[in-house]
């Protein structure tokens, strides 16, 4: 437990303040570049920055300088963790049935032996 | 009534078991039967209650490493259709009383096969964000909203 509360206070931090959700909410859509991201507010660029910074750091999203153009993307690995934890369910599912299979066609054909 | 499937929350396993339905049935609700096939061994699994009606307790302790015996399943019956049907949930316990952390119902069909019997189980599971808090990242209830979140952003998306 201990091992995941640090990157998720980073996740955490990073969603505290609107201006970076409302960044995120705009990422979902697609990639995006740093001026097309800041267009929407009324902030000064290295002000701008620091909350992109911040994201980055927090793993919810990367950036990748192009030229003179940065570009921002969401992270899809914060959420594939949630995505993994089906396939865990599922793994752990398949392996009662397998269990469930040989301890019941186990017992059909030692009934078959013994009679 | 057929459950819905939601690719998102839910899994299917499906599978002919070469044994009649009633072995099958049996191995799901006898419980020293039960204990043999639960748990992966070397972990053991002792069934503390086993009430195979609706509304009745389905409780299982396992062992690991030969240490104490800690609570592993704690949930309810909800439909028991002899040979046919079980259907349990860990959002209630027994005597249908609210679970502390539900998460899970599970539908288990058996239907007669040529080679024996067509067994399925059909695993419905709550919200993504609720299932990592409780599951898999040890996640505290703050953490809940923010998996929430995050959730509603990509899926937003």
Redesign the interface.
């Known amino acids: ?1 201990e091992h ?1 509360s640090e990157p ?1 206070n980073g ?2 931090q990073a ?1 505290a303040d609107p201006t970076r ?1 409302a960044v ?2 705009r990422l ?3 990639p995006a570049s740093i001026s097309e991201l800041a267009r929407p507010f009324d902030m000064a660029l290295p002000s701008f920055m620091k909350h992109v910074r911040l994201l980055e750091g927090s793993g ?1 999203i990367r950036t990748r300088k192009q030229g003179r153009v940065r570009t921002c993307a ?1 992270e ?1 690995a ?2 594939a ?6 396939d ?3 793994a752990i ?5 397998d ?7 186990a ?2 054909s030692e009934e078959e032996t013994s009679t | 009534m057929t459950a819905a499937f939601n690719p998102e929350l839910d899994l299917t396993i499906s599978r002919i078991i070469k044994a009649p339905r009633a072995a099958v049935w049996k191995a799901w609700t006898d419980r020293a039967s039960f204990e043999q096939w639960w748990i992966p061994a070397p972990a053991k699994c002792r069934v503390i209650e086993m009430e195979v009606r609706p509304g009745g307790a389905m409780l299982t302790q396992m062992s690991e490493n030969g240490g104490d015996f800690t609570p592993h399943l704690s949930a309810c019956y909800l439909a028991v259709d002899p040979l046919e049907r079980i259907v349990f949930t860990n959002a209630l316990t027994g005597g249908w009383r609210p679970a502390e952390q539900p998460f899970m119902t599970a539908i288990v069909t058996l239907r007669d096969h040529p080679l024996g019997t067509d067994y399925a189980a059909h695993v419905m599971h709550k919200n993504n964000a609720d299932r990592a808090m409780h599951e898999d990242l040890g996640f505290h209830d703050g953490w809940g909203a923010v998996t929430e979140q995050l959730a509603a952003l990509v899926e937003g998306a």
């Open positions: 437990m995941y998720l996740v955490f969603l959700r995120l909410g979902g859509q697609g919810l969401l899809k914060p959420f963790a949630v995505e993994a934890w089906l865990g369910q599922r599912w398949e392996g009662r049935t269990r469930l299979e040989q301890f019941v066609t017992n059909v």
